[in-house]
């Protein structure tokens, strides 16, 4: 099985700079993603990790680093739309489908 | 990016009954899944929909509560059977092409159901 880890919720404010962490216990690791999803909505795809390294992506970059087991996605230029719930998703061995993490709730405020 | 719609959007159902959940798709996709995500909770997988032969559901799911239909590349149902209120929760369409690095897993809206 998988254990995946991230902080239940998280505030911060407009404008400034914010880490969601992602620590995973897995097998066979095939890829990161990190997915965004809003009050009442269906999550949306922000980013796909497989290699070590920072994936940038305007204000939102994700980076992985394997031996570590630990990925984390920063978001940049805070805005108050981007208070969502963030979901780390870890797929491994023969799966083509990912395990989701419960998610990080992110408040931003003025 | 695949467009996915799900019908109905929300239900408030009885204790005893069941509800067949709709999802569409605007183009041919390879993989559909079904998810359940509880208050609070995150996404847990229920079912891979295979086109033309019976669904491949996770640990803790099976046929008779939760029966599947994937007619074709573009369509699949949910049935949540015999509602308890314990079945309240989000169900989540989501769908995946085979190419590439199969890398995007597209969700559809959601439909929120209610169990009394």
């Known amino acids: 099985g998988q254990n995946i880890d991230q902080p239940t919720e998280m505030t911060a404010t407009e404008g400034a700079i914010v880490q969601i962490n992602c620590t995973y216990q897995?097998?066979?690791?095939?890829?990161l993603f990190w997915y965004q999803q809003h009050a009442g909505e269906a999550p949306t795809f922000l980013s796909y990790?497989?290699?070590?390294g920072l994936e940038e992506k305007g204000r939102f970059s994700s980076f992985l680093s394997r031996s570590k087991g630990y990925s984390y996605l920063l978001l940049k230029e805070l805005q108050m739309k981007d208070s969502a719930s963030y979901l780390c998703?870890?797929?491994?061995?023969?799966?083509?489908?990912?395990?989701f993490g419960r998610g990080t709730s992110l408040i931003v405020h003025p | 990016s695949a467009v996915i719609s799900q019908k109905p959007s929300r239900d408030i159902c009885q204790r005893g009954t069941s509800l067949t959940i709709q999802c569409q798709v605007d183009?041919?996709?390879?993989?559909m899944f079904w998810y359940r995500q509880q208050p609070g909770q995150s996404l847990t997988l229920i079912a891979t929909?295979?086109?033309?032969?019976?669904?491949?559901?996770e640990s803790g799911f099976v046929i008779d509560k939760f029966p599947i239909s994937r007619p074709n590349l573009t369509f699949s149902t949910l049935t949540v059977s015999n509602m308890s209120p314990e079945d309240s929760s989000i169900y989540l369409c989501?769908?995946?092409?085979?190419?590439?690095?199969?890398?995007?897993?597209?969700f559809g809206p959601g439909t929120r159901l209610l169990v009394l």
């Open positions: 897995t097998s066979g690791f095939n890829g």
């Open positions: 183009s041919q996709v390879t993989m």
């Open positions: 990790n497989v290699l070590d």
């Open positions: 989501s769908v995946a092409s085979q190419g590439g690095a199969l890398e995007t897993q597209y």
């Open positions: 929909a295979n086109q033309g032969s019976e669904a491949t559901y």
């Open positions: 998703a870890v797929r491994s061995g023969g799966s083509y489908i990912p395990t």
